[in-house]
């Protein structure tokens, strides 16, 4: 118990001594923070503490309950174990009466809930759980919510914890984010008392519960949303197009099927900027191509149609990756871009099939802008192309002689996902080429490559052939994974 709580102490001072760092400069104070952090040690702790002014104090909890910034949801923090948020405004109530009140009466600690479902929740019929959210809630006194609801594990084993959704559904208003895996009950309750009753929902990252597996549900809930910004769901559908209101401040989407035609999609989010299209079936080709006038960012996995379907002259960032074979076609790729008559900076491409070299380099010479180049392969025996072909194409020394010119003068980033390692002679050329300048070519432009990336590896096998320009700050790292975000 003593070690409990002195680690749980120690936590909170590591927490607050940097909030007070941050506090203490924010005021301007430099010279006091050293007094005050320098006093923090366990034994004369609450001294100090216990004579600081409320509205310090008020300062101090609200630094140490800040959300992590690095991560972008909840799941991922708790993953990670970071500090802030969470269960930190809790901590602070239990260490005494004065930080109890201090804590209780700080609307602003209580907008963040991050529940985890127990088995425990489970076993005393989630009684309790709901008690403190409600407590929780209250204490929020009606400011915006951000709520993340997830099981211990994956799953939730078959244990819906439908009375926290009960509970939270009555609270609609106030929310603003939302992360929650869901059983399809609780999808119910969602949409049959929240539906038309979250008008400040700006964000919504829903995943289903893994134990469902009938028909996919729609997320009526969200119908009605007019402050929706960011939507992620995986194996739901969105309202019947017919049904939905526009969500007009959506700018980003990561979309399983289920929305609909794509006119239906640019009719409900006009103002989209980041399309991501995930793994699932279906086919809802548009004829004409339809126009989303503000997309900035479009991937598409596993599918290959959307590329046929897109007019997005604001493109800046692409990707494909692995495209079902017998759909795709280099051709269509070059049709997307000279449709859309786009200024692309990053490109990637995955492929499970062999690289149509002279294909992929008719491609390049349409995207002389590129900055970001994402070459991915699955497949083993490509190792010709994507050890020898690929990378002398991309060499400015090989290409010097090209009446076309060099190809992507302006590469900066080129990362390269391959099932083998590379270890050849012309990627390394390639490589120092790009970071050297060729003779005869300076001064024409073309930009330095400042970062190579591989698949993880247990040795980093170009590192040593590479090691002057590494001295001279180019990147080389080994970092590259096939589930990796690309942009
Ligand atoms: C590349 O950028 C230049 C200058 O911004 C622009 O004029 C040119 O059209 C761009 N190229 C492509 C293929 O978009």
Request: proline residues 6%.
């Amino acid at each position: 118990m003593y070690t409990t709580i002195q680690a749980a102490l120690t936590s909170i001072f590591s927490l607050l001594a940097s909030a007070l760092w941050q506090a203490m400069e924010r005021l301007g104070r430099g010279g006091v923070t050293y007094a005050i952090v320098g006093s923090l040690s366990p034994i004369k702790w609450f001294t100090p503490i216990q004579e600081l002014p409320v509205e310090l104090l008020h300062h101090i909890f609200l630094l140490a309950c800040v959300p992590c910034q690095r991560h972008s949801r909840p799941l991922e923090c708790m993953r990670a174990r970071c500090e802030g948020g969470g269960t930190s405004s809790l901590v602070l109530g239990r260490v005494c009466r004065d930080w109890r009140n201090v804590a209780w009466g700080l609307p602003d600690l209580w907008q963040r809930l991050d529940i985890i479902v127990t088995k425990t929740d489970h076993e005393d019929g989630f009684s309790r759980k709901v008690q403190l959210i409600k407590e929780w809630i209250q204490r929020a006194q009606g400011r915006l919510l951000t709520i993340s609801v997830q099981p211990p594990g994956k799953t939730y084993g078959g244990h819906s914890p439908h009375p926290i959704f009960d509970c939270l559904a009555l609270h609609s208003m106030q929310w603003k984010d939302l992360y929650l895996h869901t059983p399809d009950d609780c999808i119910q309750i969602l949409n049959s008392a929240a539906r038309g009753r979250v008008p400040c929902l700006e964000t919504l990252y829903v995943e289903r519960d893994r134990g469902a597996r009938r028909s996919k549900p729609p997320l009526d809930f969200i119908a009605d949303a007019p402050s929706l910004q960011v939507l992620d769901y995986s194996e739901y559908h969105l309202p019947r197009a017919g049904t939905r209101n526009s969500w007009p401040r959506l700018v980003s989407l990561a979309a399983d099927e289920g929305f609909g035609s794509i006119e239906a999609l640019q009719l409900s989010c006009p103002n989209l900027q980041y399309l991501r299209f995930r793994d699932s079936e279906g086919n809802a080709l548009s004829f004409p191509r339809t126009h989303f006038s503000r997309l900035k960012s479009l991937v598409i996995k596993k599918k290959f149609w959307p590329v046929k379907a897109f007019k997005a002259p604001a493109l800046e960032s692409f990707a494909i990756l692995d495209p079902p074979p017998d759909e795709f076609s280099f051709r269509d790729l070059r049709d997307l871009m000279d449709v859309s008559g786009c200024n692309l900076q990053a490109f990637g491409i995955l492929l499970r099939t062999a690289y149509e070299v002279e294909s992929l380099q008719n491609l390049f010479l349409r995207m002389e802008n590129i900055t970001n180049l994402y070459i991915g392969s699955y497949k083993a025996t490509d190792y010709h192309s994507l050890v020898r072909i690929i990378p002398r194409m991309l060499d400015p020394g090989v290409s010097e002689d090209d009446h076309r010119g060099i190809l992507l003068p302006k590469l900066e980033v080129l990362q390269y996902c391959t099932f083998d390692p590379i270890r050849s002679v012309h990627m390394v050329n390639m490589i120092k080429n790009r970071w050297h300048g060729v003779d005869g070519l300076k001064g024409t432009g073309i930009a330095k490559l400042r970062w190579v990336r591989f698949r993880k590896w247990k040795e980093e096998i170009l590192v040593e052939r590479l090691k002057e320009e590494i001295e001279q700050g180019l990147r080389v790292t080994y970092d590259l994974s096939y589930e990796d975000d690309l942009f």
